[in-house]
């Protein structure tokens, strides 16, 4: 998770920049192309397996900008021609990559092609939990709010690396399925909504609250009906684990509503007793909150109840519920 911290100010991008050798030119990835696309450009183009290089990637625009960019990427292989080189798999949320031969301040810096460095000596691989949308602000609006990355919320991105060898390398890339081992692209510790007392339904479901996506969230009915508190989500974690509280993350668009107060937490193995681990009151602000308990719990399923909120009203908002696992 990446957690910017200050002002609201609109950023670019979020994320790591890797200068590579320049030999590591070769580009396969599993994501959307193969044109390079953005949050608010992306529909167009489909997921799949495609190959580039890093030169092929970077477009020439009169002015040097950001280009490359791969939306949805669930792994991309940085190889030499040999086949050999680095894959970066995503572990949950899948992430953004470009990789080109220039930099992101060689990129500003340049008013114009020609000005960029003559001697491509790397290859810069960037990984993004998010990128800003492009919006038609060239001769229209800018991005919309949603394609928009803030400085003061949350992003899902974790990813691993690993060595790519190829023995035998006949012209492409290959990566045999027990080699890449796709079940370490994915989460191994999903979590399912056991039971909710109220949810908006197809707009705010409870599964947002539990799907590792910030931007998402839970909130109590508003539409039909308005229902009273306390509004009660349960989450089944898919096994038995050992962990010594949760986090809350209020809804980060910008909106108070439904902004937890007072709640209370419990716990249980088979999800019809339960035990209660805390009880107490958050801040009025957007902040991640931590819950510690007394001591580490052993359960199965965990209760989160809004006792109230922060404006006063019958609203409840959550966008991510996560366990504290014990550190063995």
């Given at each position: 998770?990446?957690?910017?911290?200050?002002?609201?100010?609109?950023?670019?991008?979020?994320?790591?920049?890797?200068?590579?050798?320049?030999?590591?030119?070769?580009?396969?990835?599993?994501?959307?192309?193969?044109?390079?696309?953005?949050?608010?450009?992306?529909?167009?183009?489909?997921?799949?397996?495609?190959?580039?290089?890093?030169?092929?990637?970077?477009?020439?625009?009169?002015?040097?900008?950001?280009?490359?960019?791969?939306?949805?990427?669930?792994?991309?292989?940085?190889?030499?021609?040999?086949?050999?080189?680095?894959?970066?798999?995503?572990?949950?949320?899948?992430?953004?990559?470009?990789?080109?031969?220039?930099?992101?301040?060689e990129l500003i810096l340049a008013n114009h092609p020609v000005e960029?460095?003559?001697?491509?000596?790397?290859?810069?691989?960037?990984?993004?939990?998010?990128?800003?949308?492009?919006?038609?602000?060239?001769?229209?609006?800018?991005?919309?709010?949603?394609?928009?990355?803030?400085?003061?919320?949350?992003?899902?991105?974790?990813?691993?690396?690993?060595?790519?060898?190829?023995?035998?390398?006949?012209?492409?890339l290959r990566v045999p399925a027990a080699e890449l081992d796709m079940?370490?692209?994915?989460?191994?510790?999903?979590?399912?909504?056991?039971?909710?007392?109220?949810?908006?339904?197809?707009?705010?479901?409870?599964?947002?609250?539990?799907?590792?996506?910030?931007?998402?969230?839970?909130?109590?009915?508003?539409?039909?009906?308005?229902?009273?508190?306390?509004?009660?989500?349960?989450?089944?974690?898919?096994?038995?684990?050992?962990?010594?509280?949760?986090?809350?993350?209020?809804?980060?668009?910008?909106?108070?509503?439904?902004?937890?107060?007072?709640?209370?937490?419990?716990?249980?193995?088979d999800g019809e007793k339960w035990q209660p681990a805390a009880k107490?009151?958050?801040?009025?602000?957007?902040?991640?909150?931590?819950?510690?308990?007394?001591?580490?719990?052993?359960?199965?399923?965990?209760?989160?109840?809004?006792?109230?909120?922060?404006?006063?009203?019958?609203?409840?908002?959550?966008?991510?519920?996560?366990?504290?696992?014990?550190?063995?």
């Open positions: 998770m990446l957690l910017p911290r200050g002002n609201p100010l609109e950023l670019l991008r979020l994320g790591y920049e890797l200068q590579l050798p320049a030999n590591m030119g070769n580009v396969t990835y599993y994501g959307r192309g193969p044109e390079e696309n953005y949050a608010d450009r992306k529909s167009g183009m489909p997921l799949g397996v495609y190959k580039t290089t890093a030169r092929d990637s970077f477009f020439p625009y009169g002015r040097p900008q950001d280009c490359g960019n791969h939306e949805d990427t669930r792994w991309v292989a940085v190889t030499d021609d040999k086949g050999q080189g680095l894959l970066f798999g995503s572990l949950g949320t899948p992430f953004a990559f470009s990789a080109i031969p220039y930099t992101t301040t960029l460095p003559k001697t491509m000596d790397r290859t810069v691989l960037v990984l993004s939990s998010a990128t800003r949308g492009l919006g038609g602000a060239s001769c229209g609006p800018g991005p919309m709010s949603r394609d928009i990355i803030k400085a003061n919320k949350p992003y899902p991105m974790s990813f691993f690396i690993r060595p790519v060898m190829a023995k035998s390398y006949k012209g492409e079940t370490m692209l994915t989460r191994t510790d999903k979590y399912t909504v056991k039971s909710v007392t109220s949810q908006e339904q197809g707009e705010a479901d409870a599964e947002f609250a539990i799907d590792g996506d910030p931007g998402t969230f839970w909130h109590s009915e508003y539409n039909k009906t308005v229902t009273k508190h306390p509004h009660v989500l349960a989450v089944d974690l898919g096994k038995e684990r050992e962990f010594s509280g949760i986090t809350y993350l209020p809804r980060q668009d910008g909106s108070t509503n439904g902004r937890v107060k007072d709640y209370s937490v419990e716990v249980s193995m107490g009151s958050f801040p009025n602000n957007a902040d991640l909150q931590q819950v510690k308990f007394a001591a580490p719990v052993k359960a199965r399923y965990f209760r989160f109840s809004a006792l109230s909120e922060a404006g006063g009203r019958d609203y409840a908002a959550v966008a991510e519920l996560e366990i504290i696992p014990v550190k063995k």
